[in-house]
């Protein structure tokens, strides 16, 4: 049977235990330091927690060690790396090659999307260097995906849900060229984010004061089967500055599509133990998201941005149909019904997006406003970015749990019993009693469904009671303190045997392994950010080592942002769809400018700079 993951993210100890209870296979986090967001680190403690709870249902935990290291980082990100193996880690998401050159703790190496791995022979590469599993580009296409498949047996990880970057990961310069905020280093500033204005050669607008580089957010909902015939083991929801909510929501969704899927298809199962009961229907529509795209998958070209709005728009609810001061009328949409507390958006008639809280329905279509509202014209589309009574499902007690089955077995000595505590991931935990005078209870039948009732009080345990046996030979009375003591060092003695349980790592590297042809020059573009990694990328073939952008900003305009995402595309000036003759335009960003061009064959976008040019001002 192959094992599909679903992998799921953590901002910190209470969303990490979320997605462990909302379904998820495994999880990924930061640590204390060197991940690739900044403001997501966690203690070596809560670390260890995560991995203590999400081990008893044989859910993984990787951790996220994913930017471009100084040399003075090194040292310290390879200690670290041992202290989160013996927090019970059990992989480490790399990016930098100046972590190979020294030694690792036996963790699996996962290889980072920021490697920017886009052939088969760079998937090929990393498994000969000791890497099990390696995150796929996010623009990447089917047949781009199958045709790894076949060529290596690394583990191949493919983002299903969450953000998209404009630019592909691993060599996006944007941030750092502007604000010297570096993605490769965790900081990025998100510029794609922010307005921007594109301009013909001749200084002529195409569009002012767009989100032009805002794109919408990833979802495979309708392409999960075919990722895993394509050769997906693991499902990577994006989300790491993410709260519990949208974590809960998100991670239970998938896990229902996925069940679904290895349902009807026994040739695959789910790598994690246990069942997850929500007390919501899971709804992606409903947590933060901007529209969503499958992006390139299917090599279906489009636009993939949202121009009119950065962030969460949210569903529609239907129409305004009149306005009385702060008091809003609609006309909804079949199905919809409108909350106090619900959070509604519209555009206004400049296509500028405004929003505000419902305070309290009077009615199930009129809404009242504690706040100033300007005239908003009948006929007007309103949003809703928050369902108040979705979220009070999503947050109250018991929105998710997650058990695991239990077969306990009650088997008496000849002065006491022995309980034996087995769940379905395998392991099997023990504990035994001596009685001090033992003695045969009256009622075999009274015993037995004493003995029952009592070491089935599970309480708010992982466990629920699927099975139990008894094996009496004597009938000793049993009191309630020891019945509760045999269940409480079983159980514990079981969790022992799951955390202890460690898979050997043998990491075999390759002697003879080359870099593929199209990483050996790569200038700045390699990342080489401290000497380990040119050394390592020297000893592998490549050429020229140059370094990071991040070190040394190249003096002359260069490609600081490659995207799958083409806006000569979308304002019809593609030289393919639309016969249009090649041209270059600008973006200006921040008062900065960028000369924005083509890679056809790629079919790609480039921005390039910044760059010196007055027509503009």
């Known amino acids: ?5 679903l992998l799921a993210p953590a901002r910190d100890l209470t969303c990490g235990l979320t997605a462990v209870d909302s379904g998820a296979d495994a999880v990924y986090i930061g640590g204390p330091g060197f991940g690739a967001r900044a403001n997501a680190g966690n203690s070596l403690e809560d670390i260890k927690k995560l991995c203590d709870y999400a081990h008893l249902f044989r859910v993984k935990v990787h951790i996220t060690l994913n930017t471009i290291l100084t040399d003075s980082e090194l040292a310290a990100a390879r200690d670290l790396a041992f202290r989160l193996y013996e927090a019970g ?63 290596t047996g690394i583990r191949l990880e493919a983002f299903v849900h969450g953000a998209l970057c404009a630019g592909v990961s691993g060599r996006c310069y944007l941030s750092c060229a502007l604000t010297g905020r570096s993605a490769n280093r965790g900081e990025c500033a998100q510029l794609c984010r922010v307005k921007q204005s594109l301009f013909r050669a001749d200084g002529s607008p195409l569009a002012r004061d767009r989100y032009l580089l805002s794109l919408k957010d990833l979802s495979h909902r309708q392409n999960l089967e075919e990722l895993i015939d394509a050769g997906i083991s693991s499902f ?17 969704f998938y896990r229902r599509l996925l069940d679904d899927i290895f349902r009807k298809r026994p040739d695959l199962g789910r790598s994690s133990c246990g069942k997850t009961v929500t007390a919501f229907e899971p709804d992606i529509e409903k947590s933060f998201n901007r529209g969503f795209t499958e992006y390139n998958l299917h090599e279906n070209k489009d636009n993939y941005a949202n121009f009119d709005a950065p962030g969460f728009v949210g569903a529609r609810i239907g129409k305004l149909t009149k306005q009385n001061r702060n008091r809003l009328s609609f006309r909804t949409d079949p199905g919809i019904v409108l909350n106090n507390g619900d959070s509604l958006n519209y555009y206004d008639s400049r296509r500028e997006l405004h929003g505000f809280r419902v305070s309290r329905m009077l009615d199930s279509v009129t809404a009242e406003i504690f ?41 008496e000595t000849a002065a006491g019993a022995i309980l034996k505590a087995s769940d379905e991931t395998g392991f099997t935990g023990s504990a035994e009693v001596t009685l001090p005078e033992p003695a045969p209870a009256k009622d075999r039948e009274l015993l037995e469904k004493n003995l029952r009732d009592k070491l089935g009080r599970l309480g708010d345990s992982v466990y629920e009671l699927k099975d139990f046996r008894t094996v009496l030979e004597h009938c000793w009375f049993m009191p309630q303190s020891f019945i509760n003591r045999l269940r ?9 045997k799951k955390r202890a349980a460690r898979p050997e ?36 073939g490549g050429i020229s080592p140059a370094p990071s952008y991040e070190s040394r900003k190249p003096e002359e305009p260069v490609p600081v942002l490659v995207s799958k995402h083409c806006l000569h595309y979308c304002f019809h000036l593609c030289t393919k769809r ?38 503009f001002s």
């Open 1 to 5: 049977m192959r094992l599909i993951e």
């Open 89 to 151: 880690a059990d992989a480490l998401i790399i990016q930098d090659y100046g972590l190979l050159a020294g030694q690792l703790p036996p963790l699996e190496l996962h290889a980072s999307t920021q490697q920017d791995s886009e052939t088969p022979a760079k998937f090929v590469f990393l498994e000969k260097q000791g890497f099990s599993q390696a995150v796929l580009p996010r623009e990447m296409s089917l047949s781009e995906i199958r045709n790894i498949s076949s060529r």
């Open 236 to 252: 990577k929801i994006e989300g790491r500055l993410k709260d519990a909510g949208y974590v809960r929501n998100v991670t239970a």
């Open 371 to 411: 706040q100033e509202i300007p005239p908003i014209p009948p006929g007007t589309v309103f949003y809703r970015n928050r369902d108040a009574a979705f979220d009070r499902l999503l947050s109250g007690d018991g929105a998710a749990v997650r058990r695991l089955e239990l077969a306990l077995e009650y088997r």
């Open 488 to 496: 409480r060092e079983a159980l514990q003695d079981l969790e022992n």
């Open 505 to 540: 790592i043998a990491r075999t590297i390759s002697g003879d392994n080359p870099l593929p042809p199209e990483e050996r020059e790569l200038d700045f573009r390699a990342n080489l950010h401290n000497r380990s990694a040119r050394e390592f990328f020297i000893a592998h």
């Open 578 to 615: 639309d016969h249009a003759r090649p041209q270059k335009l600008y973006m200006e960003i921040g008062g900065s400018i960028f000369e924005v061009s083509t890679d056809c064959r790629k079919c790609r976008m480039i921005l390039t700079g910044p760059v010196k040019k007055d027509l």
